[in-house]
């Protein structure tokens, strides 16, 4: 069984900076792939970027060039974003799988609770 806890919320101005990240247990060939989602309410969850364990990364178009996604080893995440946008207020939730990285929630088997990120104009 596999338990990801998230930290690092909070609030900020828009152009500011946060820096998630994502605490996993468990066995580590469940998690080949490690993932950032988030959820507006009003929205169904999409995806912010991924992660596999050999470091291939990918993103949504809305965050490529403000949002970094890293691994520091086969548990832990983090996903470093900067110049905040309103838009980017959301439900943060970190993932993991052990298939192939996609863009598909049900790729990822295991979720942490999440955690709020509030943007302000």
């Known amino acids: 069984q596999v338990q990801l806890v998230e930290s690092g919320g909070g609030s900020v101005q828009a152009g500011g900076s946060l820096r998630l990240s994502c605490s996993a247990s468990g066995s580590t060939s469940a998690m080949y792939c490690m993932a950032w989602f988030r959820q507006s309410p009003g929205k169904e969850r999409e995806a912010v970027a991924v992660?596999?364990?050999?470091?291939?990364t990918a993103y949504a178009d809305n965050v490529k060039g403000r949002f970094t996604i890293t691994r520091d080893n086969a548990k832990n995440t983090a996903l470093q974003m900067n110049s905040l946008r309103p838009e980017d207020t959301a439900m943060y939730y970190c993932?993991?799988?052990?298939?192939?990285?996609?863009?598909?929630?049900?790729?990822?088997?295991?979720w942490g609770q999440g955690i709020q990120v509030t943007v302000s104009s």
């Open positions: 993932a993991a799988g052990s298939n192939y990285c996609t863009f598909r929630q049900f790729t990822f088997a295991f």
């Open positions: 992660i596999d364990r050999l470091g291939g």
